[in-house]
């Protein structure tokens, strides 16, 4: 189980795209993970429908945080980097 003290940052992302292929990875090679979603603007709709932001990528509005086991940081890192 990965909690608060035996984790490390793998990837901070804000395409889906990069998290997805990550994700992949380290699935298929048995490495658990945790993602943290973080969102960069509050919707005037609280958690239903879509912000309305002119100009601004919606990549660009959410933030992914991936994190491993300590003890699987290296062989992950290595993994994602290939």
């Known amino acids: 189980m990965i909690h608060l003290f035996n984790r490390r940052e ?3 992302t804000h395409r889906m795209d990069e998290l997805s292929r ?6 298929e090679n ?3 993970y945790r993602i943290k979603t973080r969102s ?3 919707s005037p709709f609280g958690s239903r ?3 309305a932001v002119p100009g601004i ?9 991936v994190f491993v086991k300590k003890e699987d940081f ?9």
């Open 10 to 12: 793998l990837l901070i």
């Open 22 to 27: 990550v994700r992949d990875v380290l699935s």
């Open 30 to 32: 048995g490495i658990p």
């Open 40 to 42: 960069s603007v509050s």
């Open 49 to 51: 429908g879509r912000p």
């Open 57 to 65: 990528r919606t990549e660009a509005l959410y933030q992914y945080q």
């Open 74 to 82: 290296d062989k992950a890192q290595f993994l994602i980097r290939r």
